[in-house]
């Protein structure tokens, strides 16, 4: 299975804002759902955010009026702008498709907000 690649996290102090990206596959991204994930240190995997290839948006209550997600087929990405980003917002950020996981899961990119 190819993996994802993310990028795009970082250090933050709380309010702050990152954009986050994730490249894969054409045949993937183009017509599976895809959802952003994330883990924090302790914590079970859940899913932030998903995107239909249509274009519908669904959000984790936690996130929900902060974060977008948003989907380039062309560019074969799906990105996750994170504004008004809390501590609570710490953890490692992975993409893959939802409901079924596809891919391998990539490295993830790291998110951490200071308070």
């Known amino acids: 299975q190819v993996q994802p690649v993310e990028s795009g996290g970082g250090l933050v102090q709380a309010g702050g804002s990152l954009r986050l990206s994730c490249a894969a596959s054409?045949?993937?991204?183009?017509?599976?759902?895809m959802s952003w994930y994330r883990q924090a240190p302790g914590k079970q995997r859940e899913v932030v955010a998903i995107i239909t290839p249509g274009g519908s948006t669904n959000y984790a209550d936690s996130v929900k009026g902060r974060f977008a997600i948003s989907r380039d087929n062309v560019k074969n990405t799906v990105y996750l702008q994170m504004n008004g980003l809390k501590p609570e917002d710490t953890a490692v950020y992975y993409c893959?498709?939802?409901?079924?996981?596809?891919?391998?899961w990539g490295r993830g990119t790291q998110v951490t907000v200071s308070s």
């Open positions: 893959n498709t939802n409901p079924r996981v596809l891919l391998s």
């Open positions: 054409r045949t993937i991204i183009s017509i599976n759902n």
